[in-house]
């Protein structure tokens, strides 16, 4: 059951990548809207038209939301793996993403002071992989604690009933003494 839920989120998590981001607000006017997708490709933004001219601004890629996306491509991907490195791969991977993300609201704070804020977008993917991560630990400490197979095949194991000397549960003779085990 939660191992479907890890894929769930990682496909949640690329969605966030299409609803805002990144918004630009001046005297409490929300002016651009931008979203992931625009952030990982770099796209054209007009501005508020000043003196009957518009202000066209180039966006550029923003490599950490560029490397979170590959992330996320990455950890979906992975997801579909049946293998063991699934979850350390993924909680890594998702432990990058929110280094990522958080190196991402730094820089758009230093750069600027304030008038540009993160969306929806953001918050919605860094509580993603907080999940993702915590499902991950869940599941891989389910994983290492003992099996119950040990314990079964101990239970079986035949005595002899002729000389007591212990042989394995699918023996038809006494490996000592040749005594049928049946
Ligand atoms: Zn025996």
């Not at 979850?87 to 432990?95: L, N, P, R």
């Amino acid at each position: 059951m939660l191992r479907r839920i890890a894929p769930i989120i990682f496909g949640f998590a690329l969605l966030c990548f299409f609803i805002p981001w990144e918004s630009f607000s001046a005297f409490g006017v929300n002016l651009v809207t931008l979203n992931g997708i625009q952030l990982v490709a770099g796209t054209t933004i007009k501005g508020p038209s000043m003196f009957g001219m518009q202000d066209v601004e180039k966006i550029p890629c923003n490599p950490f939301v560029l490397l979170t996306f590959i992330a996320t491509i990455m950890g979906l991907c992975l997801n579909f793996l049946n293998n063991k490195i699934k979850e350390i791969g993924s909680a890594i991977i998702s432990g990058i993403a929110i280094v990522l993300l958080f190196l991402f609201h730094n820089s758009l704070l230093k750069e600027s002071m304030g008038i540009l804020q993160v969306g929806t977008g953001f918050y919605l993917l860094g509580i993603s992989f907080i999940a993702i991560i915590a499902i991950d630990i869940y599941l891989l400490i389910l994983h290492t604690q003992p099996s119950n197979i040990y314990v079964r095949n101990r239970q079986s194991d035949k005595f002899c009933s002729q000389c007591g000397v212990k042989s394995s549960n699918d023996a038809m003779f006494c490996s000592e003494c040749g005594h049928s085990l049946k």
